[in-house]
């Protein structure tokens, strides 16, 4: 495992907080606590971890980090709060934002978001692909963006040629460790001239009776209407066109929520850049038809969503949503 030292929140712990901890510590991690002096505390959770009381968490925190982290990189605080958030990027470790207990995850940003408290395992468990085997395909990135950006700019035919090969030295790296054909790689990752920009993908938000409207792919997962923005339409044109095309319905798209860099809040990491563009809109007529793409639509609390499409949209974009609609005036989040 990436992390073996995890750092709670008191005020995060989940009402089985003794049973967490105890399966962490029977794993082997060591968890600690950080917990205010003002905090009324269970004595018993002292046997699964251990327990940093503090008058102020920032001080309280370095404190705790100096005496008892050697390696930062394996450390992971879960926490609900801005300020954590906060202390967690000072400090130079990860954090991940407990969403059961937040009261907002705006303008919060966390290298991991969990639903529930059992999702600490999931991501305990995927940790060290995320940061060692995945690591070649980020490279890969970067010099497939060198190599195209070289073949536009450069004026000399050598050092064009030179890019040429960088580019196509990324596209034999995502092909070897991927299992990709040469051929499919190089049609879909390196297929473009000019200075690389991302992508946008459009994702609309629709709400009825405190529900938001997800429809089914083939699949059999999740997801909210959407899709590619063609190049000769507008965000917000779009964004009505894929509502249409995916759910049937006639919609007015009424407010920006958010906008974010995929690769940051959605997975598996694609080997070039997506901007995730978050739309709020409203339903003025129209019935769902099934169609080549989807299967199926649907209302769904957010506390009762289906399996979800994850590398299209999770149950964190869907809480952000979620908090864009029931806030009366709205800042746009993007990251």
Not at 184 to 206: M, W, Y
Not at 223 to 235: K, T
Request: hydrophobic share 35%; charged share 20%.
């Amino acid at each position: 495992m990436h992390y073996s030292h995890i750092i709670f929140d008191y005020e995060c712990l989940p009402d089985n907080a003794g049973l967490l901890l105890q399966q962490l510590k029977q794993q082997n991690y060591r968890v600690g606590l950080l917990c205010s002096e003002n905090v009324q505390r269970d004595p018993a959770l002292s046997q699964y971890a251990e327990v940093m009381y503090f008058d102020d968490k920032e001080n309280g925190m370095a404190g705790y980090l100096s005496q008892t982290v050697k390696e930062k990189t394996k450390t992971l605080w879960i926490g609900a709060s801005g300020e954590s958030a906060c202390l967690a990027s000072e400090s130079g470790i990860d954090f991940a934002l407990a969403l059961w207990c937040c009261r907002s995850v705006k303008h919060i940003y966390a290298n991991h978001y969990l639903n529930l408290p059992d999702d600490i395992f999931m991501i305990l468990k995927q940790k060290s692909t995320e940061s060692d085997e995945m690591r070649w395909l980020k490279w890969a990135v970067e010099l497939q963006f060198i190599g195209q950006t070289g073949c536009h700019y450069s004026q000399d035919v050598y050092d064009r040629e030179r890019f040429e090969r960088i580019r196509q030295l990324s596209a034999e790296i995502v092909s070897q460790y991927s299992g990709l054909p040469m051929a499919h790689v190089s049609s879909v990752f390196c297929n473009e001239t000019g200075f690389q920009t991302p992508k946008l993908d459009c994702r609309a938000a629709i709400f009825d009776e405190d529900k938001i409207l997800l429809v089914k792919e083939n699949s059999g997962e999740w997801s909210l209407p959407g899709g590619w923005v063609d190049v000769n339409q507008s965000i917000r044109a779009n964004t009505v066109k894929e509502v249409k095309e995916e759910a049937g319905l006639d919609v007015i798209a009424t407010r920006l929520i958010a906008l974010q860099d995929r690769n940051l809040h959605n997975t598996p990491i694609y080997a070039y850049g997506i901007c995730k563009v978050f739309v709020q809109c409203e339903v003025i007529g129209g019935h769902f038809v099934a169609n080549s793409e989807t299967i199926e639509s649907g209302w769904f609390s957010q506390e009762q969503l289906p399996e979800l499409s994850e590398d299209k949209t999770t149950a964190q974009q869907i809480a952000l949503c979620f908090e864009a609609y029931h806030a009366e005036y709205w800042q746009p989040v993007f990251d």
